[in-house]
T-cell receptor
Framework: NAGVMQNPRHLVRRRGQEARLRCSPM?????VYWYRQLPEEGLKFMVY????????ESGMPKERFSAEFPKEGPSILRIQQVVRGDSAAYFC?????????????FGEGSWLTVV | QKEVEQDPGPLSVPEGAIVSLNCTYS??????FMWYRQYSRKGPELLMY????GNKEDGRFTAQVDKSSKYISLFIRDSQPSDSATYLC???????????FGSGTRLQVQP
């Protein structure tokens, strides 16, 4: 019973490089969410996607960040020209549908360090 | 003012104690309330899920929601050292799937 799968678990990037984080939702789940957790802080919503659609991106920074969930393959969170402030844990979550009553299950996270 | 306030702790209790964790919130539109447990360097694990006001019990865990006071609680009975983790409250309103999290309370259960 595979849960939400994220990779890489740990990623180190130099300032100015690109970071790509991947997420495969739980089997049967078609809705994906990305959250960011800064050190000693709670999780902050970034974006909510269905296959080939961005439903809510109200938490995404306006520049350098993008997300997609293609028809085939995992969801990708892309951070261009990373800066030190992007260092954080990025969590992906999934749910079976968009019904507000559905619970959301999280992956183990991808830890990004920008040096 | 944050939308969801949660005491960061750390909260240290002896094994077997009853633990009370709390969150307050300001958005009256919140209808769905969750508690997650997060171990260090791990993803949040869903513990309890409640819709609107009321109580819900699952094993040693009881979740309470008081919408009139905008206050939610998680009680852990017979706490164990394995309960040592950060506990995050989360909530959402109808029609929007984004969860708003508290900053988490770090719990330490001493053997």
């Amino acid at each position: 019973n595979a849960g939400v799968m994220q990779n890489p678990r740990h990623l180190v990037r130099r300032r100015g490089q690109e970071a790509r984080l991947r997420c495969s939702p739980m089997k049967g789940h078609s809705h994906v969410y990305w959250y960011r957790q800064l050190p000693e802080e709670g999780l902050k919503f970034m974006v909510y996607l269905q296959k080939e659609n961005i439903i809510d991106e109200s938490g995404m920074p306006k520049e350098r960040f993008s997300a997609e969930f293609p028809k085939e393959g995992p969801s990708i969170l892309r951070i261009q020209q990373v800066v030190r402030g992007d260092s954080a844990a990025y969590f992906c979550a999934s749910s079976p549908s968009g019904d507000s009553g559905n619970t959301i299950y999280f992956g183990e996270g991808s830890w990004l360090t920008v040096v | 003012q944050k939308e969801v306030e949660q005491d960061p702790g750390p909260l240290s209790v002896p094994e077997g104690a009853i633990v009370s964790l709390n969150c307050t919130y300001s958005n009256s539109a919140f209808q769905y309330f969750m508690w997650y447990r997060q171990y260090s360097r791990k993803g949040p694990e869903l513990l309890m899920y409640t819709y609107s006001s009321g109580n819900k019990e699952d094993g040693r865990f009881t979740a309470q929601v008081d919408k009139s006071s905008k206050y939610i609680s998680l009680f852990i009975r017979d706490s164990q050292p394995s309960d040592s983790a950060t506990y995050l409250c989360a909530m959402s309103d109808t029609g929007r799937r984004a969860l708003t999290f508290g900053s988490g309370t770090r719990l330490q259960v001493q053997p």
